[in-house]
């Protein structure tokens, strides 16, 4: 989460684009379980791939990734109408959140980014 956070700072961006970063990135966040079906760090590798996303040069480094196009591909496919994070932020109940499979840890890993 601290990653993508970091990634909206206009000056370590730019120190980003200067490194294999984003590449370092996406490694560490498949080795972490983003790609998995954990739906905060699912959600967090989609936000990384959409702030890299913002300019398509920069983006030609993750889509050489065997296995980029896969994971976020089979992410998509597998949504459903629940969204984590407006669950969380609308203050849903435990029964629904756990239905909806977000336990405590996540709830709370949720409740820190900022809206």
């Not at 120190?15 to 379980?33: E, I, M, N, P, V």
């Not at 590798?45 to 296995?67: G, R, Y």
Request: overall charge negative; some cysteine.
């Amino acid at each position: 989460m601290e990653l993508v956070t970091k990634l909206c700072d206009a000056d370590f961006a730019r120190r980003a684009k200067a490194t294999d970063f984003r590449s370092r990135a996406w490694d560490a966040l498949r080795a972490s379980g983003a790609g998995d079906g954990d739906k905060v760090l699912d959600a967090i590798l989609v936000l990384f791939a959409a702030l890299v996303a913002q300019s398509p040069h920069e983006m030609i480094e993750l889509t050489q990734k065997e296995d980029f196009t896969s994971v976020l591909w089979g992410m998509l496919t597998t949504l459903s109408k629940v969204d984590p994070f407006e669950l969380v932020r609308s203050g849903a109940n435990e029964v629904v959140l756990k239905n909806a499979g977000i336990g405590k840890a996540e709830k709370l890993n949720v409740s820190l980014i900022p809206y």
